[in-house]
């Protein structure tokens, strides 16, 4: 089984995906600024930080796939996109990419526009939206070698919007998820679903796909 490690393993999306890697059987490492009080049994936590991109390139040695849960948000905004190159450059490349981006950089439909370009779009979470398109952008365009996929949650994905673990999600491929009545969910636990399968047996190669109900 691969060894994972979770960059920003204690926020929402991270925690969640570092619960369902332990749950199936997975060698799990989480990485984050502080460790957590609380921990999960079985996971392996480390102090790290994508704004010190040497000290965390060595913590991670051994691991097979390293996936991004970092959000540019907060102290964050305008740092993860330049960091997250700066990881990738400097990991073998050998181990696989997994990045979680935001809604935004979804289309709207087959060959249409992005959420993130639409009037209906929040104006205050642009930056962090086209900051995650950046991320996506620069792994199109890079050479080195790796593997990677990147995720777009459904637009209701969030720690406000919690919901359950079922076990099932769609693939809409590049297009935001949408339910009958038009709504776009998936629940952190289920997210994380869809990031195990896609490790466990890997259908994006070097691609982007959205996850929903």
Do not use: C
Not at 116 to 141: M, N
């Amino acid at each position: 089984m691969p060894r994972i490690a979770v960059i920003g393993g204690t926020g929402y999306a991270g925690s969640h995906i570092v619960a369902e890697g332990v749950r199936r059987g997975h060698t799990v490492v989480s990485v984050a600024r502080t460790v957590p009080s609380e921990r999960v049994e079985g996971v392996t936590y480390i102090e790290g930080t994508l704004l010190d991109v040497p000290s965390l390139a060595a913590e991670l040695q051994g691991v097979d796939v390293v996936v991004s849960a970092v959000p540019a948000r907060g102290d964050m905004e305008g740092a993860v996109r330049s960091n997250v190159a700066e990881l990738v450059a400097a990991l073998p490349d050998t181990v696989r990419i997994g990045v979680i981006g935001g809604a935004g950089g979804s289309l709207i439909a087959p060959g249409g526009e992005r959420l993130v370009d639409q009037p209906s779009f929040t104006e205050e979470y642009k930056p962090e939206a086209l900051e995650a398109i950046g991320i996506l952008e620069d792994l199109q365009t890079d050479d080195r070698g790796h593997d990677w996929f990147y995720v777009h949650p459904a637009g209701g994905f969030g720690a406000w919007n919690p919901g359950e673990r079922t076990g099932s999600y769609r693939d809409g491929g590049e297009v935001l998820v949408t339910d009958e009545d038009g709504e776009s969910f998936i629940s952190g636990a289920d997210l994380a679903v869809a990031v195990l399968d896609e490790i466990e047996n890997p259908r994006h190669s070097r691609e982007r796909f959205t996850v929903g109900y």
